[in-house]
């Protein structure tokens, strides 16, 4: 696999893939490697990431790291062939690149990326997309557990979370035999039990928390805002009423309230 033809799989934005292609071909790659073959071990891709940031420079689009970012995604394509992955998880999975510039330029009007220090685990082989949500293998006490993401173009009807949730025990008892009884966590906004009261019964959300056994209510986030409001501004007067659970929120955080994520385990 070569970064054009990964830029073709993934559908990536013509704007971005003409100019991170342009910077590709005539970067040496091999200033890097070293940086992007650490992604791999996850206890290191933190600091490689920044170390990789240092040496590409000034970077105000993001096209350098993209560009190294999806150049480990290619190469990791290898390691899925050795383990026997379908093609179908490697382009879901990293189809995040073309989501998450979509989801800036919605935001912003611009097109760049700024999710690098999130792909890591992607270009790492740590994360994979089964169906409508994501797995990663988390590094926590001296354990591995699957952490469960909610990608924002997810269908997150019960049922579409159950084919996920059996494809994934499918998965990871294939190819990571190891984890094939290992805990399933979630760490996220969507498990805030205050949400129990601003949407009605039949809610995928309240569906998705009932899954999940909550050990720890969280610490407080602004995340939520660019998921729930498509939007990172704290002001919360300006923030859009478009859905009920927007106009539930809004008026939760105009009275003080807060919002926290949450960490549940899988029942």
Known sequence: ???????????????????????????????????????????????????LQMLLGDDPDGVKILACMLKASADAYELYRQKGVSDKIYVDTMKC?????????????????????????????????????????KHIDGQIVIGIHIPSDAD????????SLRGA?????EHYPTLSNAEYRCH??????QLKGMLNGHSNI???????????????GTDFLEWLFHTRSEDVSSLPENTSLQRNVKRHLASGGVIRNA????K
Request: aromatic fraction near 18%; glycine fraction near 4%.
């Open 1 to 51: 696999m070569n970064i054009s033809t990964l830029c073709e799989k993934i559908s990536l934005q013509p704007v971005m893939r003409s100019r991170m292609l342009a910077f590709s071909e005539k970067y040496d790659f091999s200033l890097a490697e070293h940086l992007l073959q650490t992604f791999r071990c996850y206890e290191k891709m933190t600091e490689a990431l920044t170390e």
């Open 188 to 193: 996220s906004w969507l498990l805030d039990s």
């Open 97 to 137: 690149y073309t989501r998450f510039i979509d989801e800036t330029f919605r935001m912003t009007g611009r097109l760049y990326f700024d999710r690098y220090w999130w792909t890591t685990r992607q270009a790492g082989c740590h994360l994979f997309r089964i169906g409508e949500l994501e797995y990663e293998m």
């Open 206 to 220: 309240l569906s998705f928390q009932s899954r999940f056994e909550i050990f720890d209510q969280g610490e407080i």
């Open 156 to 163: 997150f009807s019960p049922s579409a979370v159950d084919a």
């Open 169 to 173: 025990r499918e998965f990871f008892a």
């Open 263 to 266: 960490y549940g385990r899988l």
